[in-house]
């Protein structure tokens, strides 16, 4: 029985080539790379438009129970709606967008 040296096993195994992984062809490496980037941005757009209609949910609901004529005309004073306009139909309202 002949004794091999460990370290001989580890040289043997170092000069084994790995299979080479398959290529992509020159057009799949182009459009890849954007499908990639396009599924992430949508998938952040999608979320952030769920999480932007639950919190508009939410405030719908609050400002229901405390939207009384008495509290309405208090608003109305207070931002001086008949000289400066309902700020609820501001363009930057996005919230109040349905």
């Given amino acids: ?25 020159p057009v799949s490496s182009r459009i890849l790379p954007s499908l990639v980037v396009i599924g992430v941005a949508y998938t952040v757009g999608s979320y952030v438009r ?27 004073a207070a931002l001086q709606v008949e000289v400066n306009g309902d700020p609820r139909n501001n363009l930057f309202n996005f919230l109040g967008w349905s």
């Fill in 50 to 76: 769920s999480q932007l209609h639950r919190e508009s949910g939410t405030m719908d609901r609050i400002f229901s129970q405390q939207n009384t004529p008495e509290v309405e005309a208090a608003r109305k």
């Fill in 1 to 25: 029985m002949a004794i091999t040296h460990p370290q001989a096993h580890m040289h043997a195994a170092a000069r084994a080539v790995p299979p080479a992984a398959p290529k992509l062809g």
